[in-house]
């Protein structure tokens, strides 16, 4: 009787325990899940941001703000797009001039208004040299110095001046944010994403920077940096192309310390310092051209030369002086000639605008329809035909042309036919008495 009791207690044990296993199964999963899942009860805002790697991060990875876990990346997907911007005003400047930030750190605004990534540079390629985009292909740009400093986060392995070609269409990471809706508020629209290393854990995150500006809103799309291992390469190949440089110069340098070990090289320099020698002893005692130009009679021609160039300039300068001094007095005469012209145009201008102003005087000088004209050949034609006329006698002035008796009227009706009667008297008396001797005769004539 004492076995069955044992297997009752036996199996009465094990239910229980596999009831409390079971319970504290459901308790973990049920907490696990409210820890990684907290967007079932909370209410969230999804914000995207792109990245050129995302090494580590995954669906379910935190989302921090100032190192306080606000969200959780809820989607991740692969994304060629392209990205506006305005190249006037991209990364330069202050912000309070308009300044505006578009762009990633790695790339750069194009011409045509898009975020660009720059080609690496390859020694091997061909490279155009230009001073300005327009030197370049279309699809080039100009790595200027300006352009460098303007874009310090551009990396380019090769010197400046030099065409180096960009694409607009950017292969991406795109990364959607699931944030706490009352966290939302506290991320500016200027606000910058990057991949981060949780410390603790090893895991990968999303940091983000509080930004600038007015609040993000739901689906809004944000800026990014590089992780700290895009920074590790970008820093390695620079650190690679400086040793590629280095190795370049060292095995120029290498060249020529060979070429200094040389026999034949060590005897031309020899050969050279023994030269160098005599001509710096010719020189010393005045010997070869070298000597003379440096000796004492070339000295004295190169002092004749220089004197006669300072008389030349002398003469220069005093020409120079009289010349300015003629035209000083020139001006002073031309001036008062060129006022008088200018005055005498002002009044002519004067005339002209005032004849405008009188229609009867602008009409004889200006005088489209012809009427003026018109006018003048008319009263040519009656002058015309009153000419016509006297010649064949007709009216007064024919009588005077073509009539004998014609002038004697016109004197008879202005009176002169009489006193010229009067006159011929007076002179004929006069003239009888002179010649009888007849005292008042010529007193007569005398009056």
């Known amino acids: 009787m004492i076995a069955p009791r044992v297997d009752d207690s036996i199996r009465r044990s094990f239910v229980v325990g596999l009831g409390v296993t079971s319970a504290l199964v459901v308790a973990g999963t049920v907490t696990f899940f409210l820890g990684q899942g907290k967007g079932l009860v909370e209410a969230h805002a999804t914000i995207t941001t792109d990245f050129r790697s995302i090494t580590g991060l995954r669906r379910g990875s935190p989302v921090q703000l100032s190192g306080v876990e606000i969200g959780q990346v809820r989607a991740i997907a692969f994304e060629a797009t392209s990205y506006p911007c305005d190249p006037l005003v991209e990364d330069y400047g202050r912000p309070e001039d308009g300044r505006r930030d578009d762009c990633d750190a790695q790339t750069f605004c194009a011409p045509e208004g898009y975020c660009a990534e720059l080609e690496p540079f390859e020694p091997t390629a061909?490279?155009?040299?230009?001073?300005?985009?327009?030197?370049?292909?279309?699809?080039?740009?100009?790595?200027?110095?300006?352009?460098?400093?303007r874009y310090p986060g551009v990396f380019w392995g090769g010197d400046p001046g030099l065409c180096g070609h960009y694409e607009t269409v950017l292969n991406r990471v795109r990364v959607t944010l699931a944030i706490e809706a009352d966290k939302l508020p506290l991320i500016g629209r200027d606000a910058v994403a990057k991949v981060a290393s949780n410390s603790v854990l090893g895991d990968q995150l999303v940091e983000l920077s509080r930004g600038d500006g007015p609040?993000?809103?739901?689906?809004?799309?944000?800026?990014?940096?590089?992780?700290?291992?895009?920074?590790?390469?970008?820093?390695?190949?620079?650190?690679?192309?400086?040793?590629?440089?280095f190795d370049e110069g060292l095995?120029?340098?290498?060249?020529?310390?060979?070429?200094?070990?040389?026999?034949?090289?060590?005897?031309?320099?020899?050969?050279?310092?023994?030269?160098?020698?005599?001509?710096?002893?010719?020189?010393?005692?005045?010997?070869?051209?070298?000597?003379?130009?440096?000796g004492a009679e070339a000295l004295g021609d190169v002092r004749s030369a220089l004197s006669g160039a300072r008389a030349v300039s002398g003469r220069v300068r005093a020409f120079a002086s009289e010349g300015q001094q003629r035209l000083a007095a020139f001006d002073e005469r031309m001036q008062p000639a060129i006022d008088h012209a200018r005055q005498q145009m002002a009044d002519l201008r004067g005339r002209v605008e005032s004849l405008h102003t009188d229609p009867e005087r602008a009409r004889l000088f200006v005088d489209y329809e012809g009427a003026a004209f018109a006018d003048l050949r008319a009263a040519f034609a009656r002058v015309?035909?009153?000419?016509?006329?006297?010649?064949?006698?007709e009216?007064?002035?024919?009588?005077?042309?073509?009539?004998d008796d014609g002038w004697r009227w016109l004197l008879d009706l202005l009176g002169f036919t009489a006193r010229m009667d009067t006159l011929r008297t007076v002179v004929r008396r006069a003239y009888e008495a002179h010649e009888r001797g007849d005292t008042r005769g010529r007193a007569a004539l005398g009056r």
């Not at 015309?384 to 006698?393: F, K, M, N, R, S």
């Not at 002035?397 to 009539?403: E, K, Q, S």
């Open 215 to 245: 609040p993000v809103e739901p689906g809004s799309h944000i800026r990014s940096e590089p992780s700290l291992m895009e920074n590790l390469e970008t820093f390695r190949a620079r650190i690679e192309l400086a040793l590629g440089r």
């Open 395 to 403: 009216g007064a002035l024919g009588a005077l042309v073509t009539r």
């Open 384 to 393: 015309d035909d009153v000419l016509t006329g006297a010649l064949e006698g």
């Open 251 to 294: 095995a120029r340098a290498t060249g020529a310390f060979e070429r200094m070990n040389d026999p034949r090289t060590t005897a031309r320099i020899k050969d050279g310092i023994f030269a160098l020698g005599e001509n710096v002893e010719n020189v010393a005692q005045g010997r070869g051209t070298l000597g003379y130009w440096f």
């Open 126 to 149: 061909h490279h155009a040299r230009c001073r300005r985009d327009q030197d370049c292909a279309p699809d080039e740009l100009c790595v200027t110095d300006e352009f460098r400093r």
